[in-house]
Every structure is written in structure tokens, then in C-alpha cells.
């Protein structure tokens, strides 16, 4: 598993470079003619990419990222705790 995932690596990084270049090579075009259609094309062309890029961690391209968003995820959960134990009641 290990030996496919460091042949898929670089044929990822490639299509990940390859996709925001198509994405910046598209924003300039529609930014240079500005309509709805190249609007509405744009922003399903980045959405894709970012769901890709979103999809990376689960085929075990970054393993980290999960990890990282987990701890992020309890640490926001934390911090919301400990605001809300910091309220004080208003006075009445």
C-alpha cells in the first residue's frame, strides 16, 4: 500500500497544479470579460478544486490533515466551553 501511495504522490501534486492552474488561467479570462456565464463557470471550477483538495487527506496524501482538523475541532469545542462558563449572569 505504502509503494502505490508514494506512486499516486506525485501524479496527485501534479493534478492539484494542474487544476489551479486551469482555475487562475479561468479567473483571469472572466475577470478580463466579465459576464454571469464565466461567473457561474468559475465558481463551479474552484468549488471542484477545493473539493479536491478537501478529498486529498482521505486517500492518505496528507494523513496529518484529519489529525490536525480533529484537534482543531476540540480545541474550538474547548475554547466555546470555557466562554460559556465565563458569562455571567445579568443582574437583576
Known amino acids: 500500500m505504502e509503494e502505490l501511495l508514494s506512486k499516486v504522490n506525485p501524479i496527485v501534486e501534479l493534478a492539484a497544479l494542474a487544476l489551479s ?3 487562475l488561467l ?3 479570462v472572466a475577470k ?3 459576464t454571469k456565464k464565466d ?6 471550477g ?10 486529498l487527506p482521505t486517500i492518505g496524501i496528507n494523513p496529518n490533515t484529519k489529525k490536525m482538523q480533529e484537534v482543531i475541532a476540540e480545541y474550538k469545542a474547548k475554547e466555546a466551553a470555557q466562554q460559556e462558563s465565563n458569562k455571567t449572569p445579568p443582574a437583576a
Not at 461567473?39 to 463551479?44: A, G, R, T
Not at 474552484?46 to 478529498?55: D, E, P, R
Open 39 to 44: 461567473d457561474e463557470l468559475i465558481s463551479k
Open 32 to 34: 478580463f470579460t466579465p
Open 46 to 55: 474552484y468549488a471542484g478544486f477545493l473539493k479536491f483538495i478537501a478529498f
Open 26 to 28: 479561468a479567473t483571469i
Open 21 to 23: 492552474a486551469i482555475v
